[in-house]
């Protein structure tokens, strides 16, 4: 009998087994995604090898072709993370709406460069590649939640909030509704410049 590295919970293999009805037994492989993104959310946002392992058991897969997909996709993290998960959109909408600025008050509010994890535990800050959102840009993900329309300030004060323990509200920092041009009368903002200190 093979000894897993990890064992699965009870409600995890109910959860497994929901997932695997979805796909012909002969393609079982490819509920590899939405096993492994419930292992992470059941482990503060992190994947050990250990939980690699026994998905890869589970689905019949090579354990390296299970790392190679946590290691490709930047949802999955194979190390600790924050509370605070902070990733920063970093491709070409984001960086040039002001992703850069972003990234520098990240930095300076949390003491964090690309990839740290604060000592507390409480914050941990990742550049990334694109969260899908570009016509919202620039955009930051933390934890689940999408922050649109950021600039250096507001995003500021969700820090802040969140160092604070203060619930934040994803979303649109300037309330506009959707992917609505930015002289929305709902927003009441207009294009602005970007500036060499963005990029």
């Keep these: 009998m093979t000894v897993l590295p ?47 392992e026994a998905v890869a058991h589970v689905l019949g897969m090579q354990p390296l072709r299970v790392q190679e997909l946590v290691s490709f996709y930047a949802l999955y993290q194979d190390s600790p993370v924050g509370k605070h998960h902070i990733q920063v959109c970093r491709t070409l909408s984001c960086k040039l709406r002001g992703a850069g600025a972003l990234y520098q008050a990240c ?47 507001s995003f500021v004060k969700i820090l802040k909030a969140l160092q604070e323990d203060k ?17 929305d009368k709902v927003s009441g903002r207009q294009p602005r410049k970007v500036s060499s200190n963005d990029t």
């Design 107 to 153: 930095r300076t509010q949390l003491g964090l460069t690309d990839g740290e994890l604060s000592e507390d535990g409480r914050f941990s800050l990742t550049r990334v590649e694109c969260l899908g959102c570009c016509a919202n840009a620039p955009v930051v993900q933390i934890n689940e939640d999408i922050h649109e329309d950021l600039t250096a300030e």
């Design 167 to 183: 619930t934040v509200i994803p979303g649109s920092a300037c309330g506009r509704k959707s992917s609505k041009p930015w002289t």
């Design 6 to 52: 990890y064992a699965f919970s009870a409600s995890q293999k109910l959860e497994v087994a929901k997932i695997l009805k979805r796909y012909p037994a002969k393609y079982k492989q490819s509920a590899v995604m939405p096993i492994l993104w419930l292992l992470q959310r059941d482990n503060k946002g992190w994947l050990t090898q250990g939980m690699i």
